[in-house]
């Protein structure tokens, strides 16, 4: 059966793109011509799939697979989601001490869109592409949440941003009214790259049950489509690590780029049995920075009781306060929360090191990550579920 196909093809450089005289896609001169690849959707069946592999051009293929929401919600035990006038996340990360604001960064946020109207983006140029078809702006909230943690202006003089000082946000809709699927994000990481993001937050993650159930919905029994739910998603792993790599290598003809993604609210340390999910995509796929959420806890923060593991940092994501859909300011939950505070905190270390003048992708991750402190955290917490610690904002 033919089935859509997210496929990444090189695009060979023109012979007379020599070292000095090389074009990037868009048409900016650089010093030597980078390896173009393309991302497209292919409407493939199985022969066709194993002759696209044969092709010189060929670089990855996966099943476009459907893509969720990592679902914001209220947790019992949340702290006060205000603090002397600022969400609480933005001390925990340091924010409110740091001489950075993200001035200069470009932000690319992929979610459900933006309320481009709300108070919390005044004079920020959001530059929005849909690749839903459904159209601008924000029917869920989502996006316009996270949006806020990231770069939100104060709202009735209460602080929801990390990094202040942005002034520019590429926001793709990535989904929409039916979802989205993983076509959407790997095309909306390449758009976001083309128009200049230093930092791509990304709080969603692959529905692998929602692919089988699509799957048996089509007249597969439950065994072979749980296989082919099972292979479809090994391949959406390779294919975003392959744009991960992707995306570090344009930095030397472009700018650097750090992905951040949420790792997922699947687990349940509070159950009975406790369980711990690990990460999906595109968090758990190499290249990107996968985000645990975290929560006040008498000693000291602890890794929520939702929070998918196998992360490589963490962040406040309890009783977040931001920006709300419609107005206002709301709280919420989830690794969709902390996601943000990295990213925000990722723009303030690219204003440093633009600053420092060594910004480069692998200083850029490795600022981010080693940023990252233990000491305010539970002594009980496990790495696998906090990584490195809870992330930092530069301090001079």
């Known amino acids: 059966m033919a089935r859509k196909y997210v496929v990444l093809r090189s695009l060979r450089a023109p012979a007379d793109l020599t070292r000095g005289a090389g074009l990037s896609p868009s048409g900016v001169a650089v010093g030597t011509a980078p390896p173009l690849t393309s991302v497209g ?9 194993a002759r696209a592999r044969t092709e010189p051009d060929f670089e990855c293929a996966a099943p476009s697979m459907p893509l969720k929401l990592i679902a914001p919600f209220q947790a019992a035990d949340a702290p006060a989601p205000v603090v002397n006038g600022m969400a609480w996340g933005i001390r925990a990360v340091g924010a409110d001490s740091s001489p950075f604001d993200g001035s200069g960064v470009v932000v690319a946020v992929l979610d459900t869109g933006i309320d481009a109207t709300h108070p919390a983006f005044a004079g920020v140029e959001l530059v929005q592409k849909d690749f839903t078809g459904d159209g601008n702006g924000d029917e869920n909230g989502h996006g316009t949440h996270c949006a806020g943690t990231i ?3 104060d709202v009735n003089g209460t602080r929801i941003g990390v990094a202040r000082g942005v002034t520019k946000a590429l926001i793709g809709k990535v989904i929409g009214r039916n979802g989205g699927a993983s076509e959407h994000i790997a095309s909306a990481i390449q758009w976001a790259i083309e128009n200049g993001a230093n930092v791509i937050s990304m709080s969603l993650g692959i529905d692998f049950p929602g692919y089988q159930a699509a799957l048996q919905a089509e007249g597969l029994k439950a065994e072979p489509a749980t296989s082919i739910a099972l292979e479809g998603y090994r391949l959406n792993v390779q294919l975003f690590d392959r744009l991960a ?13 750090l992905l951040v993604a949420a790792s997922g609210n699947e687990s349940g340390r509070d159950q009975v049995p406790a369980f711990a999910i690990a990460a999906s995509p595109p968090a758990v796929s190499e290249g990107f920075i996968a985000v645990a959420a975290l929560q006040e806890g008498t000693g000291g923060h602890r890794v929520a009781t939702f929070s998918n593991t196998g992360v490589a940092i963490s962040a406040p994501g309890v009783a977040v306060v931001s920006a709300q859909a419609g107005g206002g300011l709301v709280a919420f939950s989830g690794t969709s929360m902390a996601t943000p505070h990295v990213a925000g905190v990722a723009a303030l270390w690219a ?6 003048g060594s910004f480069g992708v692998r200083q850029f991750t490795t600022n981010v990550l080693a940023s990252a402190v ?14 490195a610690g809870i992330v930092q904002a530069p301090q001079h």
């Open 351 to 356: 204003q440093k090191l633009k600053a420092d």
């Open 151 to 153: 770069f939100g202006r």
């Open 374 to 387: 233990r000491t305010p955290l539970d002594p009980a917490s496990e790495v696998d579920a906090v990584g």
């Open 41 to 49: 959707v292919e409407v493939l069946d199985p022969r066709s799939a």
């Open 245 to 257: 790599g992707l995306v570090s290598a344009m930095a030397v003809f472009r700018q650097p780029c």
